[in-house]
């Protein structure tokens, strides 16, 4: 069993307008010195051991994320642990 | 709807088909994905238009012999993922996207139109609306100067349609956006009432440019968010109806000249209506298709 974790993310310069709101609640709260504030999607996926990370590029590619205005990034998760 | 009613709407209902000097044999396949829920309402619209629409269910691969094609409102999938991203791989796409590379008109409304551009088959996206709130409204709406087949008013028309969408802020790149342009790709603009456009302050949603509809460089295959079929019947105005109508127009003058060049031809009549026959006023911008759609 292969673990992968797929973060999509909206390219720059495309507005994100959940981000925004949130950041400005942020700032509302007094969190000072905030910059950006972007929010993406997190995928986890569990395959077979044959599935290769070229096919899972090919689903973040082809499904997953529009490239038009997406941008994903993949890591392959070894072992029990959360993070890579 | 209102079928079976003595009320005004009905009796215009008559009166159209008396003022349309032929009822039209043009029939509309109208998608049904999982998750529609204008499909009702566009099959209402054009029947009630003097047209032939029957449902084409997602699964199935088989168009059913139709003229033109609607891709309705609603929310496919669930919306889940992304607007249009799961009932773009439906078994049905496949056939749809054949149709319109065949130059046949297809029209895509609200998840329609979503649909379309997450299939490739018109360029960009569309995006949570600007202040992140679903919009229910009337809107008035510029007709630019465009290679549109589903549309024939005079540029600088308005129209006044309804939206009803959380996800129409229409996006793409700058370059995009500039070909766009020069092809004649953008049919329709959100508009003050005056007429005017402001660039990007006329659309209640955020979309670039005020765009509110767009085509591919052919121009047989339209995106709007709006709603059309919701009012094509009389009952809350007629706007909705010149887009059906006008594709029609298209439809029949082309098929005239496809039946009338047969018979020079070969003696016999050919009825169909596909497309790039002579008589088509877009030929020569087909030619000029590119695959970046």
Same mark, same amino acid.
């Given at each position: 069993?292969?673990?992968?974790?797929?973060? +999509?993310?909206?390219?720059?310069?495309?507005?994100?307008?959940?981000?925004?709101?949130?950041?400005?609640?942020?700032?509302?709260?007094?969190?000072?010195?905030?910059?950006?504030?972007?929010?993406?999607?997190?995928?986890?996926?569990?395959?077979?051991?044959?599935?290769?990370?070229?096919?899972?590029?090919?689903?973040?590619?082809?499904?997953?994320?529009?490239?038009? +205005?997406?941008?994903?990034?993949?890591?392959? +998760?070894?072992?029990?642990?959360?993070?890579? | 709807?209102?079928?079976?009613?003595?009320?005004?709407?009905?009796?215009?209902?008559?009166?159209?088909?008396?003022?349309?000097?032929?009822?039209?044999?043009?029939?509309?396949?109208?998608?049904?994905?999982?998750?529609?829920?204008?499909?009702?309402?566009?099959?209402?619209?054009?029947?009630?238009?003097?047209?032939?629409?029957?449902?084409?269910?997602?699964? $199935?691969?088989?168009?059913?012999?139709?003229?033109?094609?609607?891709?309705?409102?609603?929310?496919?999938?669930?919306?889940?993922?992304?607007?249009?991203?799961?009932?773009?791989?439906?078994?049905?796409?496949?056939?749809?996207?054949?149709?319109?590379?065949?130059?046949?008109?297809?029209?895509?409304?609200?998840?329609?139109?979503?649909?379309?551009?997450?299939?490739?088959?018109?360029?960009?996206?569309?995006?949570?609306?600007?202040?992140?709130?679903?919009?229910? $409204?009337?809107?008035?709406?510029?007709?630019?100067?465009?290679?549109? $087949?589903?549309?024939?008013?005079?540029?600088?028309?308005?129209?006044?349609?309804?939206?009803?969408?959380?996800?129409?802020?229409?996006?793409?790149?700058?370059?995009?956006?500039?070909?766009?342009?020069?092809?004649?790709?953008?049919?329709?603009?959100?508009?003050?009432?005056?007429?005017?456009?402001?660039?990007?302050?006329?659309?209640?949603?955020?979309?670039?440019?005020?765009?509110?509809?767009?085509?591919?460089?052919?121009?047989?295959?339209?995106?709007?968010?709006?709603?059309?079929?919701?009012?094509?019947?009389?009952?809350?105005?007629?706007?909705?109806?010149?887009?059906?109508?006008?594709?029609?127009?298209?439809?029949?003058?082309?098929?005239?000249?496809?039946?009338?060049?047969?018979?020079?031809?070969?003696?016999?009549?050919?009825?169909?209506?596909?497309?790039?026959?002579?008589?088509?006023?877009?030929?020569?911008? $087909?030619?000029?298709?590119?695959?970046?759609?």
């Amino acid at each position: 069993m292969k673990r992968y974790q797929i973060h +999509i993310t909206g390219k720059q310069g495309i507005f994100d307008p959940a981000g925004a709101a949130s950041k400005n609640a942020l700032l509302t709260l007094g969190y000072e010195g905030l910059e950006d504030l972007r929010i993406g999607k997190f995928i986890e996926l569990s395959c077979a051991d044959d599935v290769s990370p070229a096919q899972v590029e090919e689903m973040c590619a082809k499904l997953l994320a529009n490239p038009v +205005i997406e941008d994903f990034r993949i890591e392959e +998760i070894v072992g029990n642990t959360e993070v890579a | 709807m209102t079928d079976g009613s003595t009320q005004v709407g009905n009796m215009r209902n008559g009166n159209t088909h008396v003022s349309n000097t032929h009822v039209s044999s043009t029939h509309f396949g109208v998608l049904s994905f999982p998750g529609s829920n204008c499909d009702q309402d566009v099959v209402h619209a054009l029947e009630h238009l003097g047209y032939q629409a029957s449902y084409v269910w997602h699964n $199935q691969t088989d168009l059913g012999g139709c003229d033109a094609l609607v891709l309705p409102g609603g929310f496919s999938y669930g919306d889940y993922l992304r607007c249009g991203a799961i009932a773009r791989f439906s078994p049905v796409m496949e056939s749809v996207k054949a149709f319109a590379a065949a130059g046949h008109p297809v029209i895509g409304i609200c998840n329609g139109f979503q649909i379309l551009t997450e299939a490739g088959l018109l360029p960009g996206v569309l995006l949570q609306n600007r202040d992140l709130k679903f919009i229910c $409204q009337s809107v008035h709406l510029r007709v630019e100067a465009s290679v549109c $087949q589903w549309i024939d008013l005079e540029p600088g028309s308005m129209i006044e349609l309804p939206i009803a969408h959380g996800e129409g802020n229409y996006y793409c790149d700058e370059l995009t956006l500039g070909r766009m342009e020069a092809k004649g790709q953008i049919v329709l603009r959100y508009c003050r009432p005056d007429g005017l456009v402001s660039m990007g302050s006329a659309a209640p949603n955020g979309s670039l440019d005020d765009i509110a509809g767009i085509c591919n460089e052919r121009g047989n295959v339209f995106g709007l968010m709006p709603h059309p079929e919701r009012v094509s019947d009389g009952l809350n105005g007629r706007d909705g109806a010149y887009l059906f109508q006008a594709a029609v127009r298209r439809l029949e003058a082309r098929a005239l000249a496809s039946s009338s060049g047969s018979v020079n031809a070969q003696g016999g009549i050919e009825g169909g209506t596909d497309g790039g026959t002579e008589g088509d006023a877009h030929v020569g911008s $087909q030619s000029e298709e590119q695959a970046n759609v």
